[in-house]
């Protein structure tokens, strides 16, 4: 008898090491990769000085927009869909989709605490697919 509940001490406590290894793990990975998809009129309401990670929703301005190919480096304004009138400075460094001109959604991540100037520093750029590709 005592045999048995020295075992099934033993299985509690492997399973219980591995409950709390497997939690601490999930617990790890979602708040690590965690980023906040806003809008523009979202991330100005939150305070751009208070996104360090973010991944932002918005239109490219023709104003504003200056690109730089000896650098690959592009400067837009990043302008609600819903209030054109709110817009966020965007900085990316790298290779231009494409589809990449005025009056596009992209999808921007990044942040702003890595900027000088206060504006948004992209390091990934995306851009939505025109509609005449959906049927």
Excluded: W
């Excluded at 304004?77 to 494409?98: C, E, M």
Aim: aromatic residues 8%.
């Amino acid at each position: 008898m005592a045999r048995k509940s020295g075992q099934r001490i033993v299985y509690i406590l492997a399973f219980s090491l591995l409950a709390f290894g497997l939690a601490g793990l999930l617990v790890n990975g979602v708040s690590k990769d965690s980023v906040y998809f806003l809008n523009v009129s979202e991330a100005l309401a939150k305070g751009l000085g208070n996104l360090d990670k973010a991944r932002l929703f918005g239109m490219v301005k023709e104003e504003g927009l200056r690109h730089r190919e000896d650098q690959l480096e592009v400067e837009f304004l990043l302008a609600d869909k819903d209030h054109p009138d709110q817009s966020i400075q965007v900085t990316y460094q790298g290779a231009l989709p494409d589809t990449f001109r005025p009056g596009v959604e992209v999808i921007v991540e990044g942040g702003a605490g890595q900027a000088m100037n206060g504006s948004f520093v992209a390091h990934t750029l995306m851009t939505k697919c025109p509609s005449k590709y959906t049927q």
